[in-house]
């Protein structure tokens, strides 16, 4: 496997950092067979791609051997965003057939922390993540790794995060306060959950605490699982902030009752 170097821009953000330690926190207590989540959202420029990054650099500094696959073979923009290397092999060639899946894996300089990039854009993403070979992937990795983190494309636009989730252990879904509609989230949640997938939690983004939104978000999403609106789970709590680095608020783990 070759090493790449990765180009980042570290928040020294206190809400940031403990943000993406309460959601490390929540991952690690999902549960031991919890070992591969789909990351998704609902639109795009919600913040997805960070936090799936970001969680999985934390769960690495932690001590576990992590695995992120940037999985959104339509527009993903990690390979542009982190790395300055030219010549990736990714995901989609993996899939295809034309390379071999231990010649796209690649080491960063963050112990214990993998990633398999996107690749060039296929014609056909909604096959290729649907096919036997991702599934394989998925399931040997996930035996190589402690966790396996999957950058999925947004699913309120394209249903390959679904598709993903169907051969994953849980899924996270992000939302960006004020972007987006509760029916657009509902739909989201019950498109994941009809894919047999455990839902883990939803990251509530983009939050101002200075204007204290984030207690009203907490007490308005807390009011809607109390009764019923998002199913019969019970409200908790996961967190994750956004670039360029607002704070996000704790809103809900709905497999915590």
Same mark, same amino acid.
């Given at each position: 496997?070759?090493?790449?170097?990765?180009?980042?821009?570290?928040?020294?953000?206190?809400?940031? =950092?403990?943000?993406?330690?309460?959601?490390?926190?929540?991952?690690?207590?999902?549960?031991?067979?919890?070992?591969?989540?789909? &990351?998704?959202?609902?639109?795009?420029?919600?913040?997805?791609?960070?936090?799936?990054?970001?969680?999985?650099?934390?769960?690495?500094?932690?001590?576990?051997?992590?695995?992120? &696959?940037?999985?959104?073979? =339509? +527009?993903?923009?990690?390979?542009?965003?982190? $790395?300055?290397?030219?010549?990736?092999?990714?995901?989609?060639?993996?899939?295809?057939?034309?390379?071999?899946?231990?010649?796209?894996? #690649?080491?960063?300089?963050?112990?214990?922390?993998?990633?398999?990039?996107?690749?060039?854009?296929?014609?056909?993403?909604?096959?290729?993540?649907?096919?036997?070979?991702?599934?394989?992937?998925?399931? $040997?990795?996930?035996?190589? #790794?402690?966790?396996?983190?999957?950058?999925?494309?947004?699913?309120?636009?394209?249903?390959?995060? %679904? *598709?993903?989730?169907?051969?994953?252990?849980?899924?996270?879904? *992000?939302?960006?306060?004020?972007? &987006?509609?509760?029916?657009?989230?509902?739909?989201?949640?019950?498109?994941?959950?009809?894919?047999?997938?455990?839902?883990?939690?939803?990251?509530?983004?983009?939050?101002?605490?200075?204007?204290?939104?984030?207690?009203?978000?907490?007490?308005?999403?807390?009011?809607?699982?109390?009764?019923?609106? #998002?199913?019969?789970?019970?409200?908790?709590? $996961?967190?994750?902030?956004?670039?360029?680095? +607002?704070? %996000?608020?704790?809103?809900?783990?709905?497999?915590?009752?």
């Amino acid at each position: 496997m070759r090493t790449i170097e990765l180009t980042l821009e570290d928040s020294n953000n206190y809400f940031v =950092r403990e943000a993406f330690n309460t959601l490390r926190t929540n991952i690690l207590f999902s549960g031991k067979e919890v070992k591969s989540i789909v &990351v998704t959202s609902c639109f795009a420029h919600e913040g997805k791609t960070t936090i799936s990054f970001e969680t999985a650099r934390s769960l690495a500094e932690s001590g576990k051997r992590v695995l992120l &696959v940037d999985a959104d073979l =339509r +527009k993903s923009v990690m390979v542009s965003r982190i $790395t300055k290397e030219r010549g990736i092999l990714g995901l989609s060639q993996i899939l295809s057939g034309q390379v071999a899946m231990e010649d796209a894996i #690649y080491h960063t300089q963050f112990t214990g922390l993998d990633i398999i990039f996107s690749g060039p854009y296929p014609p056909n993403p909604t096959e290729l993540v649907g096919s036997t070979e991702f599934k394989e992937l998925i399931k $040997t990795q996930r035996n190589n #790794y402690d966790y396996v983190l999957v950058d999925a494309a947004p699913l309120g636009l394209v249903i390959d995060a %679904a *598709v993903m989730a169907s051969v994953c252990d849980g899924a996270v879904m *992000v939302v960006n306060m004020g972007n &987006v509609k509760y029916r657009v989230a509902q739909n989201v949640k019950e498109q994941l959950e009809k894919s047999g997938c455990r839902l883990l939690g939803v990251v509530l983004n983009q939050v101002d605490r200075k204007k204290g939104t984030g207690n009203k978000i907490n007490a308005y999403y807390k009011s809607r699982y109390d009764s019923g609106y #998002y199913g019969t789970h019970r409200a908790s709590g $996961t967190s994750a902030p956004q670039r360029p680095a +607002k704070p %996000a608020t704790p809103v809900s783990n709905p497999n915590k009752k």
